[in-house]
């Protein structure tokens, strides 16, 4: 089992997800902008058992050794998410805040923070997939060192 530790940035801290969450990543996935931006999510925007799949999926798979996936807490409120998956093979960020904290640094920060300990932990890059309109994500990435690699929107941050 690999253990998902608490990270802390100046401002939030992130904090293994429990199925308790449930409810409240639901209503993220829901989101109209994650819905868009997320097309993957989709599955798990259904229902709010889908949504209790999905955490399930991804401690099932942190147990296995290839996943991670943190709450963001900022005070004492969830205000957002960052997974990594398929650390065995390719491994794959994604993240998203609730829209009440978009645009003020939060993102950057956890992305920051999280990509800093998976490389530091694994000595491995990350990929991420972004659509080309999302300005807001594609500042995060570049903030936090991933550059552009394929025609399909990939980044990628190489080893530190």
């Known amino acids: 089992m690999t253990n998902i530790p608490t990270l802390h940035t100046q401002r939030c801290k992130l904090i293994p997800f429990t199925e308790e969450d ?8 829901n989101d109209p902008d994650v819905l868009y931006y997320m097309e993957g999510m ?16 991804m401690n099932r798979q942190n147990n296995e050794g290839n996943a991670f996936l943190w709450a963001i807490q900022n005070e004492s409120s969830l205000i957002g998410f960052v997974a ?29 923070t999280v990509t800093h300990f998976f490389q ?5 890059s990350l990929t991420t997939s972004v659509k080309e ?8 990435l570049k ?8 025609k399909k929107q990939l980044y990628i941050k190489k080893n530190l």
């Open 84 to 112: 990594i998956y398929d650390v065995l093979t390719v491994p794959n960020l994604f993240y998203a805040v609730c829209k009440e904290y978009r645009n003020q640094g939060y993102a950057t920060e956890c992305v920051y």
């Open 22 to 29: 449930k409810s409240w990543l639901f209503q993220l996935f």
């Open 120 to 124: 530091d932990q694994y000595n491995t």
């Open 143 to 150: 903030k936090c060192g991933f550059a552009f690699c394929a």
């Open 42 to 57: 989709k599955l798990f925007s259904t229902n709010i058992d889908e949504t209790e799949l999905f955490i399930r999926n």
């Open 133 to 140: 309109d999302n300005i807001a994500s594609l500042s995060v």
